[in-house]
């Protein structure tokens, strides 16, 4: 039981390039969402999944595309670099749970990503 | 709108000594939960405690307590007999408005456990 993975671990970009971010969970969770963090704040939700085809926005969403094909696994997008971009990466996962229980997400070990 | 406010960037304690870091919220929902995470210097969330809103009492973890005050707003994490594996960021979260077990997140605090 591997939780939550994470690939790359680091990833250096050259302005307008693309990449996708690999996330993936074999918890069989329901739910799954990616966040970043930049230096001094917390971590700000990006875009997330409630199901397999279904994906919604974030606080931070511009930049970015999901999809989600899988259960498991729910990749981040990014079509054409830009410095503001340069973060930390974290996917998480969980548990479709009723509001008020204690369903914690789980996250991955992040994605250092550096645009230059 | 949702709000976390965590107004100590930093602190410091010494080690086995209690600390507690502070956590204001402020939201419309009647139900809410607030979370704590600890971020040490390889970078993982780890999840430490959990409040729900109408929990009856403070939420106990081993050494980590969550000094809930619901008419104050506040949720501060109590770290009790430090250990210099307690040195990290910590960040108080809460269930987020877009449902599906989001969090929003404060700005952390950097606590150094001094030998």
């Known amino acids: 039981n591997a939780g939550v993975t994470q690939t790359p671990k680091f990833q250096v970009l050259k302005t307008g390039q693309s990449m996708t971010l690999q996330c993936a969970q074999d918890?069989?969770?329901?739910?799954m969402s990616w966040y970043r963090q930049d230096p001094g704040m917390g971590l700000r939700l990006i875009h997330y999944?409630?199901?397999?085809?279904?994906?919604d926005q974030g606080e931070v969403p511009n930049g970015y595309n999901v999809s989600r094909s899988t259960t498991e696994d729910f990749p981040l997008r990014l079509l054409s670099a830009a410095p503001s971009q340069t973060s930390v990466y974290f996917c998480?996962?969980?548990?479709?749970?009723?509001?008020?229980?204690?369903?914690?997400?789980?996250f991955g070990p992040g994605t250092r990503l550096t645009v230059l | 709108a949702q709000k976390i406010t965590q107004t100590q960037p930093g602190m410091f304690v010494q080690e086995k000594e209690a600390v507690t870091l502070d956590c204001t919220y402020d939201?419309?929902?009647?139900?809410?939960?607030l979370f704590w995470y600890k971020q040490p210097s390889s970078g993982e969330m780890i999840f430490l405690i959990y409040?729900?809103?109408?929990?009856?009492q403070n939420a106990t973890e081993g050494r980590y307590s969550l000094n809930f005050q619901k008419a104050r707003k506040s949720a501060n994490l109590v770290i009790s007999a430090s250990q210099l594996g307690d040195s990290a960021m910590y960040f108080c979260?809460?269930?987020?408005?877009?449902?599906?077990?989001?969090?929003?997140f404060g700005t952390g605090t950097r606590l150094t456990v001094i030998p």
């Open positions: 918890m069989n969770h329901e739910y």
């Open positions: 979260a809460m269930r987020a408005t877009t449902g599906a077990n989001n969090l929003f």
């Open positions: 409040q729900g809103s109408y929990d009856q």
């Open positions: 998480a996962s969980s548990y479709a749970g009723v509001a008020g229980r204690t369903d914690t997400q789980y």
């Open positions: 939201t419309s929902d009647p139900s809410y939960g």
């Open positions: 999944s409630v199901g397999a085809g279904i994906t």
